[in-house]
């Protein structure tokens, strides 16, 4: 496995990723704004591992959404096929 991504989502993801990014030292890979001055999804790499950042919406069910990813890279699709 290449790496594994941790989803969080916020209200004021745009000040979250500033923080985060200080805070671990972290390399921004990735920034996607939404229409409302936030993010839609962002990615940041911390020791290796991706946190996502994303603005938390109306429509998500706070304690009920859980998202994770395994990424395998190229040629991984056999452990996405066997799971």
Do not use: P
Not at 1 to 14: A, D, E, H, N, W
Not at 38 to 48: R, V
Not at 51 to 79: K, P
């Amino acid at each position: 496995m290449l790496r594994t991504l941790m989803q969080i989502y916020v209200k004021g993801s745009v000040e979250a990723v500033d923080i985060y990014q200080k805070a671990f030292n972290e390399e921004i890979l990735g920034l996607y704004a939404d229409d409302n001055g936030g993010y839609l999804h962002s990615e940041l790499n911390a020791y290796g591992q991706i946190i996502a950042v994303s603005e938390l919406t109306d429509n998500l069910v706070i304690g009920n959404t859980m998202q994770f990813c395994f990424h395998f890279g190229e040629g991984g699709e056999e452990h996405v096929k066997k799971a």
